[in-house]
């Protein structure tokens, strides 16, 4: 059974540095795509569409990112391959949301930016940014 556990989320001030993990068991997903997506907030109640933040290509360890959070978000992946990184700087209101982590079954650019290229969903962990 795949598992996937994000960690790192919390209250941090605008302006500040965060980093989040995610790590996945149950499977190998070395040479597979990684990424994380984000929820966030509508009206204070439901959550709005995941929509991608970062993705990591299993072919080449190629960081793909959304246009908004591009030259402030840097996604890596460790070693053992099942474990990657999403470090956020000068994080903004804006970034305030769920982040969620997933991982696919295949490499490559196809589909790597799109929730549809991806199997494998954690329960996400909460980032809040204050002002």
């Known amino acids: 059974q795949v598992k996937m556990v994000e960690s790192g989320g919390g209250t941090v001030e605008t302006g500040s540095s965060l980093r989040l993990s995610c790590t996945a068991s149950?499977?190998?997903?070395?040479?597979?795509?990684m990424a994380w997506f984000r929820q966030a907030p509508r009206n204070g109640r439901t959550l709005e569409e995941r929509?991608?933040?970062?993705?990591?290509?299993?072919?080449?360890?190629?960081?793909w990112y959304e246009e908004s959070v591009k030259g402030r978000v840097t996604i890596s992946r460790a070693n053992d391959r099942n474990t990657i990184v999403l470090t956020m700087d000068r994080m903004e209101p804006e970034d305030t949301a769920l982040y969620l982590c997933?991982?696919?079954?295949?490499?490559?650019?196809?589909?790597?930016?799109?929730?549809?290229?991806?199997?494998?969903w954690g329960v996400g962990t909460q980032v809040t940014v204050s002002s």
């Open positions: 149950g499977y190998s997903f070395n040479q597979k795509n």
């Open positions: 997933a991982a696919a079954v295949y490499g490559g650019s196809y589909n790597i930016d799109d929730i549809g290229g991806y199997a494998f």
């Open positions: 929509t991608f933040v970062a993705a990591i290509n299993g072919l080449n360890d190629i960081g």
